[in-house]
């Protein structure tokens, strides 16, 4: 759809003066412009996460997020448009040319931002959805009893850490600790515990809502907002954390039973 959006753009408001007289020409020309478009986005979202292997992770192409990749996408989509317009079209080269050109090329990297926003977004608002409607079946059942606190003890047993197993988000391995992550008073606050997470799973055991993502965490579904997968792989995107959590292959599918295979 982007590729032929810019397609008609072309076609119809004709922003660059090309050395093409024949009408039939300056069409394939356009459907070149098109072409680009598509084969450098085919490449980006569709060919690069694909190839991504656990040997080489996207974090060690230097893409800090995903806003870096709509940059990289617009970078050359204008340097593949700078280079056909000039060499095919024969569009004389310029410092006005070549932003016109930039901001020309920025349009598809703009779409897709704002496409990602909005699929992200309704993802959210399906999580709210579907908490709001177990809130209600929670509420409905008054005689339902609080959740009873679990305890978390050091292997040494000199340490330990009582919370209601609602309040837990994230438990994470640290070398031979654990990092637990919980809200406290609105806040989110996590405490180092020398043990493993194997001790966890069997602390957690009789909670269902509780579930191992990766070797390196367990987390609390009931705070999940959706799961994303991109050139970093499946993600989880956690209600009031910054941080995304990685899943692996070994628990992805436990972890869309849960949601509902979104």
Known sequence: MISLGMFLFMLFFQPFELGIEDFNDVLIFHLGVAAITFLILVGFRIIMPASLTQRIHAESLKISNEVGLILLIWFFITAGNICYLHFVGGVPLSLSGGVKIAIFSGFPSIVLKLADVNMRLREQLRHFVRRNIKLEKDIA?????????VVFESDSQNEKLELNPDDVMLIRSADNYVDIFYRLDEKIEHKLIRNTLKYIQQVLRENDDFRRCH??????????LNMTNNYKGHRLKMLDMDEEIPVSRQYILGIKDVLGDE
């Open 141 to 149: 059942n008054v005689e339902q009893t609080q959740s009873d606190p």
């Open 215 to 224: 070797r390196t965490c367990i987390v609390n579904t009931s705070y999940i």
